[in-house]
């Protein structure tokens, strides 16, 4: 399967995926990797591992629109069969989700704690236990459909930062494992809230 990746950040979920993707039995390749914004360590990966990268920042169109309709194109010329957004910080529009499944990963058990800062908003919570989810994505903040979960403890000497990184480390595994099995099993319940795929795990 033909991933295209979209990230607003560091890039260590793009990275694990590309490491996974080196090995041809994983069933995906990574052919192009856009971001919502320049100079971040995202696109540097990409382009270190050789791909092709494209940015589109909302504030160089005059309108949401426009920027949806600009990033479904910059897109849509790498014929990716799965949109995987690693930490992609934008709301997609309804232009890019009419055309592609987009699968993402977000740092905690959802339905509780979506949106940009969901660690923070966990551990402000008071919750002992969170985690993380990978789901397709709908017109919703982070309300498509799950695809996976898994739990992680908050130690109560936990941080933002040190939360985050726990759940990274567990995150980066669930995600490999889930966006693996869509690219070789594929998938037919992406707009259904209960997702019992063959890729479920
Ligand atoms: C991940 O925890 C993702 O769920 C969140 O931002 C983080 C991205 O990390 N939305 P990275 O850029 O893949 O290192």
């Known amino acids: ?56 920042q909302v504030g160089d169109f005059p309108s949401r629109a426009a920027w949806d309709e600009a990033l ?25 989700l009419d055309r592609f499944t987009v699968v993402n990963t977000h740092p905690a058990l959802l339905p509780a704690f979506p949106g940009a800062h969901a660690v923070r908003d966990a551990l402000a919570y ?36 040190s939360l985050h990184e726990k759940i990274k480390q567990v995150e980066r595994r669930l995600f490999i494992d889930v966006i693996g099995r869509l690219a070789r099993n594929g998938w037919t319940h992406r707009d259904e809230r209960h997702v019992s795929m063959k890729c479920s795990v």
């Open 1 to 56: 399967a033909r991933l295209v990746v979209l990230v607003s950040g560091a890039g260590t979920n793009l990275q694990a995926l590309l490491d996974a993707c080196a090995d041809p039995a994983y069933g995906a390749q990574v052919v192009a990797v856009g971001a919502d914004r320049p100079g971040i360590a995202g696109l540097d990966r990409a382009e270190r591992a050789g791909l092709p990268t494209f940015v589109a």
């Open 72 to 96: 479904t194109a910059l897109v849509a010329e790498h014929e990716p069969d799965l949109v995987v957004s690693a930490g992609f910080m934008k709301i997609l529009g309804p232009r890019f």
């Open 126 to 161: 008071g919750v002992k236990v969170t985690g993380c989810t990978v789901h397709f994505v709908d017109a919703g903040v982070d309300t498509g459909p799950i695809i996976a979960q898994e739990t992680v403890k908050v130690g109560w000497h936990d941080d933002e930062e």
